[in-house]
């Protein structure tokens, strides 16, 4: 049976160079707000295709998890009640919702960015994850950032 984790926690010496420098140009860019991602990147040393290839796939794993934002683009079914369900299942692993943005809908698919907070109770979130994405409704989810 195939595991279906979709996140892991790797070492940083398993980790390729190429996904190092992009933790580190999207560091640079975050420290140095008038820096353009071009600049940083050649500072860093990688190539713009890089960076915008696998900015969204990394991000550095912090030992104190707690208390740390984390924020999801998710596409979902304009139907009664699914952003409903879709909160009910946050709530289930005690994240903590800080905003919540619906775009109207198009096409019968709403667009939503919800931020929620991880705290001492919170449960998996790699877990909590992987539940909103298989989501009866959900056409697609991605982490846009954690802080």
């Known amino acids: 049976?195939?595991?279906?984790?979709?996140?892991?926690?790797?070492?940083?010496?398993a980790i390729p160079e190429v996904l190092?420098?992009?933790?580190?140009?999207?560091?640079?860019l975050a420290t140095n707000r008038g820096m353009t991602i071009q600049e940083a990147t050649?500072?860093?040393?990688?190539?713009?295709s890089s960076f915008y290839k696998y900015k969204d796939d990394i991000f550095p794993f912090h030992e104190n998890e707690k208390g740390q934002t984390v924020t999801m683009v998710i596409q979902l079914d304009d139907t009664p009640g699914a952003m409903a369900e879709l909160l009910q299942k946050v709530a289930?692993?005690?994240?903590?919702?800080?905003?919540i943005h619906q775009s109207i809908p198009i096409n019968g698919v709403a667009t939503i960015t919800l931020s929620v907070e991880v705290l001492a109770g919170t449960g998996n979130m790699s877990d909590m994850v992987d539940e909103l994405e298989q989501?009866?409704?959900?056409?697609?989810?991605?982490?846009?950032g954690r802080e």
């Open 42 to 48: 050649d500072e860093i040393g990688i190539s713009r």
């Open 135 to 144: 989501h009866e409704g959900v056409h697609y989810l991605k982490i846009v």
């Open 20 to 28: 190092l420098k992009v933790v580190e140009t999207k560091r640079l």
């Open 92 to 99: 289930e692993y005690k994240a903590n919702i800080l905003t």
């Open 1 to 13: 049976m195939m595991d279906k984790t979709k996140y892991f926690v790797v070492k940083k010496k």
